[in-house]
């Protein structure tokens, strides 16, 4: 199967991290004998520099003749003061809207061997295995008007927040489909005693719900959500819910896993289905974790979520469902065999990025 790839390592650590991803799809494929077409993109600060631009056409017509794309991270404090006003995160917003990826799939799941790496309880953590699903292209991020001013009374700022029954729908319906092939359980999550469009949003998830009468719908307040993601994270399947609260959820989930550096995701343009091998269909795969300018160049960034991103392509953008397990199952070994980069070695000793991109790629199963 021939799999062509845009490669955007953008960032900070991006391209150390991406460099592992790719590492480990280039042995995918040689062991199961795909072809593999990689082709690399400028997005975020680093676009800018080279172009003035967070998003160049050229990265964008990258992604449109590709099958799927693996992103790095973008931003850091060089670009926060630029004075045309432009910010490498304007580029990963651009690729979203233009993409039309509304669907970002965040899985959260705690390996064992990692169950004190995490600064909760063990006993809180076992059976810790769920998915947030983010609506991506609507809300706070991208509502209009957005701008601040300054006038006599002073400085100004205003951000809409905006969600229509369409995208409140079709994101939910991703919510209900992924409920099924899992534990038929979904939590939507939003704040619909204070904003209007939580109270949309709430009336069309209970609009959706009969078509998935095999699904159990709860609503959950996010600031509830929040708490409960600490208190009994064991107790979530799937969480779907509207743009930043998804964004700010995610980053605490991350801390169920020990570290930032181990949570995958994948941004979608149409529901994730089950995918048939051969079959390619878009999408955008990046590890959660942002730039992390603090330790770039340092070599000691954790790769295991790009890694894990690459098992998601392999998964949902070509159907490669062995492969995906592959990958995952080399992770789970080298975790299980005590590889382990800084983030999460609890002051033991630890791996370079490079390192454990190694190790992972030494589980693989050779010649498949």
């Not at 910010?87 to 809207?97: F, I, Q, S, V």
């Not at 061997?113 to 995490?118: E, Q, R, T």
Request: some cysteine; overall charge neutral; glycine content about 12%.
């Amino acid at each position: 199967m021939k799999l062509s790839v845009a490669v955007l390592p953008g960032d900070g650590v991006g391209p150390e991290v991406t460099a592992q991803g790719v590492k480990v799809l280039k042995a995918v494929a040689e062991g199961r004998g795909h072809v593999l077409k990689l082709s690399r993109g400028l997005v975020g600060g680093t676009a800018i520099d080279h172009c003035g631009d967070p998003l160049p056409q050229e990265t964008l017509a990258l992604c449109m003749r590709s099958d799927a794309a693996l992103l790095g991270a973008v931003g850091g404090p060089k670009w926060d003061n630029l004075g045309s006003g432009v910010k490498p995160e304007d580029g990963l917003l651009a690729l979203r809207k233009e993409l039309k990826l509304f669907a970002n799939l965040r899985p959260v799941k705690l390996h064992p061997a990692l169950i004190d790496a995490s600064p909760l309880k063990p006993e809180a953590l076992r059976g810790v295995d769920l998915m947030v699903v983010r609506e991506l292209t609507g809300g706070l991020y991208f509502g209009r008007p957005k701008r601040r001013w300054t006038s006599s009374k002073g400085r100004s700022a205003v951000d809409t927040m905006r969600y229509s029954e369409h995208e409140a729908r079709r994101i939910i319906r991703v919510g209900f489909q992924l409920a099924v092939k899992r534990r038929n359980r979904l939590t939507s999550v939003d704040k619909a005693n204070v904003l209007e469009t939580s109270r949309l949003w709430r009336q069309v998830a209970g609009e959706v719900a009969p078509e998935y009468p095999g699904v159990a719908l709860d609503h959950m307040l996010v600031d509830n959500a929040a708490m409960q993601l600490i208190r009994n994270p064991a107790g979530f399947d799937v969480i779907v819910t509207e743009n930043t609260f998804g964004d700010i959820l995610t980053d605490e989930a991350s801390m169920l896993c020990g570290s930032m550096g181990m949570l995958p995701s994948a941004s979608l343009a149409r529901e994730p289905g089950n995918g048939q091998a051969g079959e390619t269909r878009f999408g955008l795969y990046e590890p959660i974790h942002g730039s992390a300018p603090d330790i770039a160049g340092r070599g000691v960034a954790n790769p295991v979520a790009a890694i894990l991103s690459v098992a998601m392509m392999l998964r949902l953008s070509f159907g490669l469902e062995a492969e995906a397990r592959e990958v995952e199952d080399a992770v789970g070994k080298a975790l299980s065999s005590g590889r382990r980069t800084a983030d999460i070695a609890a002051g033991a000793d630890s791996l370079s990025c490079d390192e454990m991109g190694d190790a992972i790629v030494s589980f693989l199963p050779k010649g498949s």
